[in-house]
């Protein structure tokens, strides 16, 4: 999103660095076509000089390049330079990019001038995505309190929110999320270590679904409580299935990934899927032979 260069040095410094009196007397002494004005005012928008801007505004095509001149000034968080393009510009040009920009940028303000006259579903709603991903969250309220996304869309914020770890954003877009079917925000929760989120999330997904990964994925990253939290709601038989193992060599496997306090806690709760060997290869764990233990387990296939 480049503003295409001016050639006339004098007129494009004095345009960059925001000296109207300079610009207004080198427009008079030349012949500068709608075009290269246009290139002016893209530049004087990223740059928020609000009285240059209004100075081409009369001589440039504010619609040029997709309104890149309500882009720019939207991206950088000139409020009112983006009041001034909006009457002349196209806020829904290049799937409201101008909204993505302030978005992805976290200003609450340009979103809220361009939210009126911008589409919130464009891309498949990717302005919430976004927001949700960076963690802006008074734009997330601001964009749910004016739309109506479908499960997907918020499966896909959702999922981002998770991952950065914003629990408040996570409540918001929850009476949202109807489906849990194909997000991934379970497993984010358990492989990262969000136990508050992951808590919320736990009444609307099936811990046990692909083949326990919660469990595996929080197990393998060393987060005792979620482990706790889920051994009793997963299904450890299935929890190395999708990999070939048979439930003997997939709890031992399992075992061998926990860190000692959790090998001791996965024995406790599970000692009726567990075999003698499984109890021996316990005692290395405990001592933290990693070494040891794969020498006295030879028909368990190792991790990579």
């Known amino acids: 999103m480049q503003t295409p260069a001016y050639s006339d040095t004098a007129l494009h410094t004095a345009v960059s660095n925001g000296c109207w009196g ?24 990223e740059s928020g000089h609000l009285e240059i801007v209004r100075l081409l505004l009369p001589l440039s095509e504010p619609k040029a390049n997709n309104s890149l001149a309500l882009c720019h000034a939207a991206r950088c968080g000139h409020l009112e330079v983006v009041k001034l393009l909006l009457p002349v510009s196209d806020p829904l040009a290049a799937n409201s990019l101008a909204l993505y920009c302030a978005a992805t940028k976290g200003d609450l303000e340009v979103v809220r001038a361009l939210l009126p006259s911008s589409s919130v579903y464009a891309k498949d ?84 679904e692909n083949n326990s990964a919660a469990l595996r994925l929080s197990a393998t990253n060393g987060h005792l409580e979620i482990v706790k939290l889920l051994l009793p709601l997963s299904n450890v038989d299935k929890v190395f299935q999708h990999n070939g193992f048979t439930r003997t060599s997939g709890c031992d496997l399992l075992v061998s990934c926990f860190p000692p306090k959790h090998a001791r806690l996965f024995m406790d709760t599970h000692k009726n899927l567990t075999m003698p060997r499984t109890r021996a290869m316990l005692a290395t764990v405990s001592l933290g032979s990693r070494m040891v233990e794969r020498k006295a387990l030879p028909n368990a296939r190792r991790r990579a």
């Open 22 to 45: 300079e610009a207004t007397l080198l427009l008079s002494q030349r012949k500068v076509g709608k075009a290269a004005c246009s290139s002016l005012l893209q530049l004087a928008a």
């Open 125 to 208: 709603f990717l302005v919430l995505r976004t927001a949700s991903a960076r963690g802006h969250l008074e734009i997330v309220r601001l964009l749910l309190q004016v739309a109506h996304p479908v499960n997907s869309q918020v499966s896909h914020s959702l999922q981002h929110a998770v991952e950065i770890g914003h629990l408040e954003i996570v409540k918001l877009l929850l009476p949202f999320f109807h489906q849990a079917k194909g997000c991934y925000a379970l497993q984010i929760a358990a492989e990262i270590g969000h136990l508050e989120i992951l808590t919320l999330l736990l009444p609307l997904f099936d811990p046990k």
